[in-house]
């Protein structure tokens, strides 16, 4: 007997459905199976929903002076440790951040061993350390290509970067590529205008040779790169660009966020997110603090990631939308524990802390522990993979994925790692 269509029809809800299929005397479909087949439907609805944001800290920023403070030790610092919504505690410099912080879980044992600025950026972004033959793709374009399926009226690219370039897609290709705007929603070269008609001439022309080009099978860039720009055109004209425009939303919601880079792209990222972006990144750079290290956190860096981090929480939560994102807050490394001679702190990579929330992830806690004065993890360390791993978790992307690189070495997603159990406890 041919089995019947299981697809639930479009703008029917999974109720509806399954109040017309308990009707139906001619269904003879097994009751566990049909179960199962309706449960799998229903993970990819809601995988279809899910979208990331990673707060990307550059410079790598002091986390025993923001989540691990160790108060009376000689590495210390001397910011104080306040009580939060959660069961942990976090800097007296992050006042708003600790009434969200039940939303948002520390991860105190990470212990890397990139400290280098270049090579810390891309293990935490890919999970590999850098490789002269080999070009890893980047967490957002990974989680990006996986989170796509069922997004087709998606025009915004599924990978957006805000004041920074990310890491690239390697083989997973042009596609998947860090889409680069200014805080502003401001996009290189991508304006109409009164030469409108002349750009679409020159784009008819470039698209004859790109054709030839590719007919000739000179492998994927080619094709990559006709398929970015035909992404760019029917962008410049797509009512979801509406999303890129902050200067839109109402004045006490911008200042909320804060009046700055930062603030405005942790305003955008929410809206890109509401938009069906899969991943969007936002930069605050700065952090390399070798020098007056306690000034520059207290009044510069931490009052900016306090008032923007804490709004968009809040935000995506008024707008339930928090359940459906995950963020991300970790840079390249973190800081010496031992303060400099010029009161500053130098790299650090062996102990530190990486900030988890959202996507159903438990929140209020703190995952791991480092020693008394912060010089080493005491617990089971915790690494870039593992972050890329329980990320993916959350958002139902599977573990078991494996990719295929140029060379035709298989990959497997998320280098590996495993998850940080303690979150979906």
Request: glycine share 10%.
């Amino acid at each position: 007997m041919q089995r019947p269509n299981m697809m639930i029809p479009r703008g029917m809800s999974r109720r509806h459905f399954m109040k017309h299929l308990a009707g139906a005397s001619a269904m003879t479909l097994p009751a566990l199976s049909l179960t199962r087949s309706l449960e799998l439907h229903a993970d990819e609805l809601k995988k279809n929903h899910k979208s990331a944001i990673l707060l990307w800290m550059g410079g790598g920023p002091s986390t025993m002076d923001m989540w691990d403070l160790k108060p009376g030790a000689a590495t210390g610092g001397p910011f104080k440790p306040i009580s939060t919504s959660g069961d942990v505690q976090i800097c007296e410099h992050l006042p708003q951040i600790a009434k969200n912080m039940h939303h948002l879980a520390v991860i105190r044992s990470m212990s890397t061993q990139e400290a280098d600025h270049g090579r810390g950026r891309y293990y935490m972004h890919t999970g590999y350390v850098p490789n002269p033959n080999m070009e890893h793709p980047s967490y957002g374009s990974v989680i990006s290509h996986e989170l796509m399926d069922g997004r087709s009226d998606l025009a915004i690219p599924p990978f957006v970067s805000v004041g920074g370039s990310s890491v690239g897609p390697g083989f997973l290709g042009m596609a998947y590529a860090p889409f680069v705007v200014n805080s502003n929603g401001n996009i290189k070269n991508l304006k109409m205008g009164k030469d409108g008609d002349r750009l679409a001439k020159r784009m008819a022309a470039l698209n004859l040779i790109e054709t030839g080009f590719i007919r000739q099978n000179r492998g994927t860039a080619g094709a990559d790169h006709a398929k970015v720009l035909d992404k760019t055109l029917s962008l410049m004209t797509s009512e979801q660009m509406k999303a890129f425009k902050v200067r839109e939303e109402k004045t006490e919601v911008q200042e909320r966020y804060g009046n700055n880079n930062f603030g405005r792209g942790c305003l955008m990222a929410r809206r890109l997110v509401g938009a069906g972006v899969p991943f969007v990144e936002v930069d605050l750079g700065g952090w390399d603090n070798h020098s007056n290290i306690f000034p520059t956190l207290q009044d510069n860096k931490l009052p900016v990631v306090d008032q923007a981090m804490s709004a968009l929480i809040e935000d995506l939560e008024q707008r339930e939308r928090l359940d459906d994102t995950a963020i991300i807050w970790m840079g390249e490394f973190s800081r010496t524990p031992r303060i400099n001679g010029n009161t500053g702190r130098d790299h650090w990579a062996r102990s530190w802390s990486v900030v988890l929330g959202g996507a159903g992830m438990k929140g209020g806690i703190a995952v791991g522990a480092t020693n008394a004065d912060g010089t080493r993890v005491e617990t089971d360390p915790y690494t870039s993979q593992d972050i890329m791993a329980t990320v993916c978790r959350a958002l139902g992307i599977s573990l078991e994925t494996t990719f295929t690189s140029k060379s035709g070495r298989p990959m497997k997603i998320a280098n590996g790692g495993k998850v940080v159990t303690e979150l979906f406890s």
